[in-house]
Every structure is written in C-alpha cells, then in structure tokens.
C-alpha cells in the first residue's frame, strides 16, 4: 500500500510539472524603439522630412510674394499653399505609418508563429516581465531585412473607385427623374390626426 501512495504522489507531481508546462509563451516588444531605431523607420522619418521641407519651401515663397505686394491673388496662393501643406503632411504621414505598421505586424506574426509564442504584448502596457521576453531587438533585426516603397500609394478597392467615378459625375448628367420631390415634413400633431 505504501508503494502505491508513493506512486500516486509520483503521478500527481509528474501531472503538475506538466500543467506548467503548458502555460502560455508571452513576449513583449517595444513598437516606439522598432520604428525609432530600424532602418525602414529611419528611412520613412527621413522622407516624410523632406517632404516636409519641400512643403514648406512652397509656403515660405508665397509668403514672401504677399509680403512683396498685397493682393487678392497671393493671399489666396498662400493660403492654397498653407493648405496644400496640411492637408499632404497629414496624409502622407498616415499612409507612411500605414506601411510601417502592415510591415511591422507581419513581422511580428512571422516571429510569433516560429517560435510558438501565444501572446505579443506591447511592453508599455505591461507592468513587469522577464527581460528575456523581450523580443524588441529581434523584431528591429527582422525589420532591418526588410524595404519598404515610400513612394507607394494604397491600392483603392474596384468598388470605392467605382464610387468615386460616380461621385465625380455631375448631377445635371443624371436624369431628373431618378429624384422624388421631397414632401414637406407634417408636425406630429397633424400626423396623428384621422
């Protein structure tokens, strides 16, 4: 009977060591410092500076142009460049973190899976860890390997395009007949009356 106790302590031991085993692999990484320190981050900083400046250039010329002499036009070519340069930088900002970040996940998902971690969580949520799951060094080596097109614009779906021809077509082109005239809204009182 003893030998029998004993070997059930074994069994139960021998299961909880497994139990362990089975407990989920977490990594971290720091998704500021991959975009900060890696190439294709660099790289994408640097163009979005030039663009910038370029930009910028625009804008200072017309300014100087209505310095120069006051008038309707360069007022109005200053604020069209003022505008260009808003409206640009804050789309090719969005469309170059949009890359940055397709890459960046894809990258991630490629280590996760060979390596069979079941969690990648950002390391600026997470309030203690392990250094050694910190995988931030390997993801700005992988990412390093890899060349991002800065010059490349989204792909549109057929549908949004289609929408835009669409959108694009003056309403005189469609016939009148495809709009209902609107009837006046009748006040709630009316409405219930028989």
Same mark, same amino acid.
């Given at each position: 009977?003893?030998?029998f106790?004993?070997?059930?302590?074994?069994?139960?031991?021998?299961?909880? +060591?497994?139990?362990? @085993? @089975?407990?989920?692999?977490?990594?971290?990484?720091?998704?500021?410092?991959?975009? $900060?320190?890696?190439?294709?981050?660099?790289?994408?900083?640097?163009?979005? $500076?030039?663009?910038?400046?370029? !930009?910028?250039?625009?804008?200072?010329?017309?300014?100087?142009?209505?310095?120069?002499k006051?008038?309707?036009? @360069?007022? #109005?070519?200053?604020?069209?460049?003022?505008? $260009?340069?808003?409206?640009?930088?804050?789309?090719?900002?969005?469309?170059?973190?949009? +890359? !940055?970040?397709?890459?960046? @996940?894809k990258?991630?998902?490629?280590?996760?899976?060979?390596?069979?971690?079941d969690?990648? +969580?950002?390391?600026?949520v997470?309030?203690?860890?392990e250094?050694?799951?910190?995988?931030?060094?390997?993801?700005?080596?992988?990412?390093?390997?890899?060349t991002?097109?800065?010059n490349?614009?989204?792909?549109?779906?057929?549908?949004?395009?289609? #929408?835009? !021809?669409? #959108?694009?077509?003056?309403?005189? #082109?469609k016939?009148?007949?495809?709009?209902?005239a609107?009837?006046?809204?009748k006040?709630?009182?009316?409405?219930?009356?028989?």
């Amino acid at each position: 009977m003893k030998k029998f106790c004993t070997f059930l302590l074994l069994v139960a031991v021998a299961s909880l +060591l497994a139990a362990c @085993n @089975n407990s989920p692999k977490i990594a971290v990484v720091d998704g500021a410092k991959v975009f $900060r320190e890696s190439k294709p981050g660099q790289d994408a900083m640097a163009y979005l $500076r030039t663009k910038s400046t370029e !930009l910028q250039a625009e804008a200072k010329a017309a300014q100087e142009k209505v310095q120069a002499k006051q008038s309707q036009e @360069n007022a #109005a070519a200053f604020q069209e460049a003022i505008t $260009r340069y808003q409206t640009t930088m804050g789309s090719e900002q969005q469309r170059v973190v949009g +890359l !940055l970040q397709e890459n960046f @996940n894809k990258i991630l998902e490629k280590y996760r899976k060979d390596n069979k971690v079941d969690v990648v +969580l950002a390391k600026d949520v997470v309030l203690s860890f392990e250094e050694s799951s910190d995988i931030t060094n390997k993801v700005i080596e992988e990412f390093n390997k890899t060349t991002i097109d800065l010059n490349a614009k989204p792909a549109v779906a057929a549908g949004a395009d289609a #929408a835009k !021809l669409d #959108a694009a077509k003056p309403d005189a #082109a469609k016939p009148a007949a495809a709009k209902p005239a609107a009837e006046p809204a009748k006040p709630a009182a009316e409405a219930k009356k028989p």
